[in-house]
Structure formats: C-alpha cells, structure tokens
Nanobody, 117 residues
C-alpha cells in the first residue's frame, strides 16, 4: 500500500502561481509513473499531467505551457508548478501513483486549488 499526501493548494488570483507537492511512502517511488488529476466543482475527475520513471512528461491540452510536472526521487516527491492560473483551474487536485508493471494505482486525498477572477 502506497500513501500519497498532497500539499500546496490554496486561493490564488488569476494570473498567479501555485506549486503542489505530493509525498509518497513507497521505497520504490522511482519506478512509479506519477500523475496529477483534478476534479472541478460538479464535474468528473480529469487528467492534468504525468511523469514516467524515466521523466517523460505528458500534459492535458488545457494546461500545456502553463503547468510543469517534475519529480525528486530522493525525496519521493512529485511536484506540479502551476502558472498563469485562471478560475477554470479551480478544483480538487489529486496525486496518483501508477506502477506499470504491476498495474497498481494509488490516490491521495486531494488538495483544493481555487482560482479567483
């Protein structure tokens, strides 16, 4: 069982920035693909960004050029740098750990990001 703890959410004005962090409990963190998803109010959870074990990244079209995902394997932590935030970025942001070999998925409890007009 892998525990994921997100932090860094909050209220930010349009155009502002936030940096989310997700700390993982697993000793084999480096082998996981790590991702961020978000759930806007009244909507389904959606993909935001992911980074593989060899640091290949993928982003949703809506955040390309504004968000950057990165990882620090020594600290077992994945980050999401969010710039140029808008009210459309509002939602609960969830950290995901996916192990491609064992097809395992773990989720954090989420952190709320609110973009004000």
């Amino acid at each position: 069982q892998v525990q994921l703890v997100e932090s860094g959410g909050g209220l930010v004005q349009a155009g502002g920035s936030l940096r989310l962090s997700c700390a993982a409990s697993t000793n084999i963190f480096s082998t996981y693909t790590m991702g961020w998803f978000r759930q806007p109010p009244g909507k389904q959870r959606e993909f935001v960004a992911a980074i593989t074990s060899d640091t290949n990244t993928n982003y949703a079209d809506s955040v390309k050029g504004r968000f950057t995902i990165s990882r620090d394997n020594a600290k077992r932590t994945v980050f999401l740098q969010m710039n140029s935030l808008t009210p459309d970025d509002t939602g609960v942001y969830y950290c995901n750990a996916h192990h491609p070999q064992y097809n395992l998925d773990y989720w954090g409890k989420g952190t709320l990001v609110t973009g004000s007009p």
